[in-house]
């Protein structure tokens, strides 16, 4: 018996009966645009206390620590000849700690899409109560800070449908073989069914090789459906969570890059999250509150407006940054250690130990 006679005929879910879903008018097949949230902003908290005075030091690299980062940094390096790292005379360190302030703004967007799957027994429940509006149906939230995306079978949505690429028989005929069940001609009598006069034992005198595709039935199970014979027609809710983060390195004047400092840490001064923060004071440096003001101003006004922020954090780090000044016969060179991880940022002098130095 065809499952289809077990459902009432649904007229096919077009046009106009599903763009008239409450909250959904715009959805369309195939992916639609993301949905404001209808949250408005709330009250921004109040100013939180800065760190301790005691915090906003760093004691200063020694000798010996500067000169086994650079040794590392120089047996890291395969080609790289040891003598400066070894034999350089340090002759001057100078401190250029600065701070790096973060800002994360933790956000979940929502879309929706008309979509279609094999129907695998779900409840048709089109209309039977009003469905929830984009951001009325619950999502599990990640922990903070985390991505993630989930997609969601909007409840109410979903109509059941006959597959009309196999007319709900489940199976289509096998376009590999056209139904037949035998593909190519057999390679061992040549499509002949004889090999020697007798029937060929290859293909049982067929002539032609077995249908690997549909397992010589001649038909196959539909793509459509996968033998489901019925779709399920429904708004597809994609939720996604996202951290968007940005730093904001205070400029030292060391000389030194400052894009090598994304991949090392510092001392943490400063920390705190909320749903939405309010942008740090009191740090001795300046620049620190205007880059905090400026992108708690920018992440709020930005990520609020096509996602809902869920929740934000700043952070304060203290980098430490050590420009060391060293001889290396007879002329001055410099490298800087810098981060927690006593990193080496360097224009080595010899970076090639094939020559005899
Ligand atoms: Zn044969
Ligand atoms: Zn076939
Ligand atoms: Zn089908």
């Not at 009325?136 to 979903?158: C, D, G, M, W």
Request: charged share 20%.
């Amino acid at each position: 018996m065809n499952s289809a006679a077990m459902y009432p005929p649904v007229s096919a879910p077009a046009g106009n009966m599903f763009g008239n879903v409450p909250g959904y008018e715009g959805t369309v097949a195939g992916g639609g645009g993301y949905l404001p949230p209808p949250m408005p902003l709330e009250p921004i908290a109040p100013p939180q206390p800065g760190p301790a005075p005691e915090d906003w030091t760093i004691p200063s690299l020694t000798e010996d620590v500067a000169r086994s980062a650079f040794k590392s940094y120089a047996s890291d390096h395969c080609c790289y000849s040891s003598s400066p790292a070894e034999d350089g005379v340090i002759t001057n360190t100078e401190p250029f700690n600065t701070y790096r302030y973060r800002l994360e703004t933790f956000t979940e967007s929502r879309s929706t899409e008309w979509a279609t799957k094999p129907h695998e027994g779900e409840q048709a429940d089109f209309y039977t109560q009003t469905a929830p509006r984009p951001w009325e149906v619950l999502a599990q939230a990640p922990n903070y800070f985390t991505k993630h995306k989930q997609e969601i079978r909007v409840p109410y949505t979903s109509s059941v449908q006959n597959c009309s690429s196999c007319q709900a028989a489940g199976t289509i005929v096998c376009d590999k073989c056209q139904g037949s069940g035998y593909d190519k001609n057999c390679w061992v009598c040549n499509g002949t069914g004889t090999k020697l006069d007798e029937s060929c034992n290859h293909c049982d005198g067929k002539g032609k090789e077995r249908c690997e595709e549909c397992d010589v039935n001649g038909m196959k199970k539909c793509d459509t459906c996968k033998g489901k014979r019925m779709l399920l027609t429904y708004i597809k809710l994609k939720v996604e969570w996202l951290n968007n983060v940005e730093d904001h390195v205070v400029s030292q004047n060391s000389g030194m890059d400052e894009g090598d400092l994304k991949a090392v840490s510092g001392k943490e001064l400063f920390k705190n999250s909320q749903y939405l923060i309010y942008p740090v004071t009191g740090f001795p440096n300046p620049a620190i509150a205007e880059a905090s003001e400026r992108m708690v101003r920018d992440h709020q006004a930005k990520y609020g407006q096509a996602s809902r922020i869920l929740q934000q954090r700043q952070t304060v780090e203290l980098i430490p940054i050590t420009k060391v000044q060293y001889k290396w016969k007879g002329n001055t060179h410099a490298y800087y250690v810098y981060g927690n991880e006593n990193k080496v940022s360097a224009d080595y002098p010899a970076t090639c130990c094939c020559v005899i130095q």
